[in-house]
């Protein structure tokens, strides 16, 4: 069975342009995570997706982030325009059933570096 | 709000020893959930072991244990028998239910491990 996959692997991109980040869950799972960990920092959760509804999006750091779940499969996160601090890793996670504490499954991240 | 922290940013063993990582946590919840995740360079965090808050019962996962004080909201992870290829990135994490299973991450320690 495929992980969770996460293209691209890594972006550079310059100030003020636009990069979507992609996250393929494990198939089945309902549940799709986002995290970003910046500059050695702690990974920050951005937002959860039950299906195709945003659950919570409490962590999104402002509206340059566009996240989207269209049909409840895969899932972009859209930065537009990119600013320096958004530089760090993308993580997307999966799981299967809301309700009961369950096993998050992790992509191998997104290295976003902005210029 | 719920923090972790981890207060060891790196950490060295020596193989076949045993090394502790120190992770504490703050919540008023009381129904919560916690986690070890090990990230390898350049691959996917996976779950090493978790531990329900409820139970008293110390988790055991092969040569990784844990000690869980609620009272200390202290969730230290032990690594018995060090092998080469624990060598990773270490992050504790908490979640509760309410918060649909979101993940607060503590720091991470990074574990060197000497042939």
């Known amino acids: 069975e495929a992980g969770v996959t996460q293209f691209p692997s890594h972006s550079v991109i310059e100030k003020g342009q636009t990069v979507t980040l992609r996250c393929d869950p494990i198939s089945g799972h309902d549940n799709l995570y986002w995290y970003r960990r910046v500059m050695g920092k702690e990974i920050k959760f951005l937002l959860h997706?039950?299906?195709?509804?945003?659950?919570?999006e409490s962590g999104m750091p402002n509206n340059r982030f566009l996240a989207e779940r269209t049909g409840g499969t895969y899932s972009t996160l859209k930065v537009q325009p990119a600013e320096l601090e958004d530089s760090g890793v993308y993580f997307c996670?999966?799981?299967?059933?809301?309700?009961?504490?369950?096993?998050?499954?992790f992509g191998p991240g997104t290295r976003l570096t902005v210029l | 709000a719920q923090t972790v922290t981890q207060s060891q940013p790196e950490m060295s063993v020596q193989e076949a020893e045993t090394v502790t990582l120190s992770c504490t946590y703050d919540?008023?919840?009381?129904?919560?959930?916690l986690f070890w995740y090990k990230q390898p360079p350049s691959r996917q965090m996976i779950l090493v072991i978790r531990q329900e808050a409820y139970k008293q019962q110390n988790a055991t996962e092969n040569r990784f244990s844990v000690n869980f004080q609620k009272a200390a909201k202290s969730f230290s992870l032990k690594i018995s028998d060090s092998q080469l290829g624990d060598a990773a990135m270490y992050f504790c994490?908490?979640?509760?239910?309410?918060?649909?299973?979101?993940?607060?991450f503590g720091g991470g320690t990074r574990v060197l491990v000497k042939p």
């Open positions: 994490a908490y979640n509760f239910k309410a918060a649909g299973n979101k993940l607060t």
């Open positions: 997706f039950v299906k195709e509804s945003k659950q919570d």
């Open positions: 919540t008023s919840e009381s129904d919560y959930y």
């Open positions: 996670a999966s799981s299967q059933v809301l309700g009961i504490v369950t096993e998050q499954f």
